[in-house]
């Protein structure tokens, strides 16, 4: 599919061009994420991981110090804030000039991250739900803000998901949110659909199915699908035996539009960006 326009986001005073997609790295400085191969708690392994994700040509790295899969355990600001600052440190010494990005849906876990370690960029799962500060943060802060779609929270999220109409409901909550952080003037505003937070195996292909719809807002959008369950419980696998599902659901999101793909396998999805892009353009 033709993509309709470009896009760009200010990442520290730098225009980062999103005509052709991006890829961010995910850098998970947690004992618990779902996917036990982005778990990184050293500093070898955490500046191992720096090294990778930029090496292999990812444009953003994502940091998260939060566990949200389904039932995970509710982990303090305190210790969010501690693992982050390990991270970040470590992250700042090995690549001083990458783009960061923060995921978490705290806004004074992400004022410190912007304000201590120049993060460019807040992804918060909860678009503001979690915490009632942080899109005033956010325009405080005056920094691209990812905002995903999310019911419930990540304790219980998975327990009984229920839409009346899926894309319906889904939109509304986008436009209501993007309204409210342009009344109070924040500038960047990127959507995340949030595939697998709060959905059935049947909500995540059908939003799958309508994607291409969200390019209504004029915004860029995320996908982050990377080794998730709406994958390897479809197969019958396991999260380390679902690289191949995450490329073929990559693909078909980079054909509806996606912009920026949130990944665990950075080689790979530059590579099937490399390849969609050049079918666009064949």
Do not use: W
């Not at 679902?242 to 530059?270: F, P, Q, W, Y």
Request: proline letters at 4%; aromatic letters at 6%.
């Amino acid at each position: 599919m033709e993509r309709l326009n470009t896009k760009y986001i200010n990442v520290n005073g730098t225009l980062l061009d999103l005509s052709t997609p991006c890829v961010m790295g995910i850098l998970n400085v947690t004992p618990d994420s779902f996917y036990a191969g982005s778990r990184m708690q050293t500093e070898v392994e955490i500046a191992r991981r720096v090294e990778q994700i930029v090496t292999e040509g990812a444009g953003i790295i994502d940091i998260g110090a939060y566990s949200s899969r389904p039932n995970a355990d509710n982990v303090s600001a305190r210790e969010e804030m501690e693992r982050l600052r390990t991270g970040l440190s470590v992250l700042r010494r090995v690549k001083p000039d990458a783009v960061v990005s923060v995921d978490t849906f705290r806004a004074d876990v992400a004022r410190m991250c912007v304000e201590e370690y120049g993060v460019a960029i807040i992804n918060d799962i909860a678009a503001g739900e979690m915490d009632e500060e942080m899109f005033r943060t956010v325009a405080e802060l005056n920094v691209p803000y990812i905002m995903m779609h999310m019911q419930g929270t990540p304790q219980d999220m998975q327990q009984h998901p229920h839409y009346d109409n899926l894309l319906k409901e889904v939109f509304q909550y986008f436009a209501r949110k993007v309204q409210q952080l342009r009344d109070l003037g924040v500038k960047d505003i990127i959507l995340d659909p949030g595939f697998g937070f709060g959905k059935t195996l049947e909500h995540n292909y059908e939003l799958l199915n309508h994607l291409e719809e969200f390019r209504i807002f004029e915004l860029p959008l995320l996908v982050g699908v990377s080794r998730k369950s709406m994958i390897y419980r479809l197969l019958g696998t396991t999260p380390q035996e679902s690289l191949n599902g995450t490329t073929v659901i990559d693909t078909i999101c980079l054909l509806k539009g996606a912009d920026i793909l949130r990944v665990h396998d950075v080689k790979e999805a530059v590579e099937t960006i490399r390849i969609v892009e050049a079918m666009r353009n064949s």
